[in-house]
């Protein structure tokens, strides 16, 4: 997991006294914990670090309405939300479901990057990739058409591991992903030409139309919840015959939700409906696990559409 995002309240008895609380938190004592955030906050009453621990506590000691009303405070310390109170506030139910805060995914991965590959792939047994380099081969065959690509991007691209999973089969890689620190770590693996730091929206729309003929997205639209405007995008990006494959997390009810992992899941029958309003062709969809998630699979869909 990444680094515990703390931001100073500017007064050092606050931090200090947070400090304390977290301490006391890992150790399990989340009654005497909340009792020093309640100080800390006293201190400094925008202490949005403060108040989103202390959210965290009273969730896990079941006290909803305290928990709901502490990431309230959080947020509002915290314009920014770079801890992503909106998304705690939202798996409570507490909000209606929407998009993540920017800033808080970029915030998150920036503080994942130094360690995002051990993790994923020693913790959390990440096989994104490879089960989307085998969807792609199985598409290709089915099409008879030969899985080789002159022009593609990675929207979402992270450290790049899934440009690796195809640096045989695309001869031109861009890379695009909302965090700097990934695009960092990207940018070391030399598997693409160019590289962008953008949203998946934001980063197709900056591209001409049937300007690439090959688009992945592989665990990015774990971070999406209205995926309709990144399909529409990618329609108008793909040249004619061009291929999109992307993962995602799934769920057996409907439309979309968001996770016990706080990432979306989307259910086939959404996924299957979005790709047909944005005129693209479904040419594979199966159940498969892209990653662990406390050592058990999480259910997910691997996905290969196709324009025209």
Avoid at 200 to 228: E, N, Q, R, T, W
Avoid at 247 to 253: A, D, I, L, S, Y
């Amino acid at each position: 997991m990444p680094a515990r995002l703390f931001l100073s309240s500017g007064d050092l008895i606050a931090d200090r006294r947070y400090d304390f609380a977290r301490d006391l938190q890992l150790r399990g004592d989340l009654p005497a914990a909340a009792d020093l955030l309640q100080q800390a906050i006293e201190l400094a009453p925008q202490f949005a670090s403060a108040w989103f621990t202390l959210a965290e506590i009273r969730q896990e000691l079941g006290q909803r309405d305290a928990a709901v009303e502490a990431f309230r405070r959080a947020r509002e310390a915290d314009p920014l939300d770079r801890h992503g109170a909106a998304v705690r506030l939202m798996h409570l139910g507490a909000e209606p479901l929407s998009a993540m805060p920017a800033t808080y995914v970029q915030s998150l991965f920036d503080q994942y990057a130094p360690r995002f590959e051990h993790a994923l792939l020693n913790d959390l047994h990440y096989r994104a990739p490879s089960l989307l380099f085998k969807a792609v081969l199985a598409a290709r065959n089915a099409a008879k058409k030969p899985a080789f690509f002159k022009r593609g991007i990675d929207l979402g691209c992270g450290t790049g591991l899934g440009a690796a999973a195809f640096a045989k089969n695309v001869d031109r890689f861009i890379g695009i992903d909302l965090s700097p620190g990934m695009i960092e770590k990207a940018r070391a693996s030399n598997l693409y030409a160019e590289l962008e730091v953008a949203d998946m929206v934001a980063g197709l729309a900056s591209k001409p139309d049937a300007s690439a003929d090959f688009l992945l997205a592989a665990d990015a639209m774990v971070y999406v919840a209205d995926i309709a405007p990144v399909l529409a995008e990618a329609q108008r990006v793909l040249a004619s015959g061009g291929l999109l494959a992307f993962t995602t997390e799934t769920h057996p009810g409907e439309g979309v939700i968001l996770g016990a992992g706080l990432r979306y899941a989307h259910a086939a029958a959404h996924v299957r409906a979005a790709l047909a309003a944005a005129g693209l062709k479904l040419a594979l969809l199966r159940q498969a696990s892209p990653r662990d998630e406390s050592n058990i699979p999480v259910p997910g869909l691997v996905v290969v559409a196709t324009k025209g």
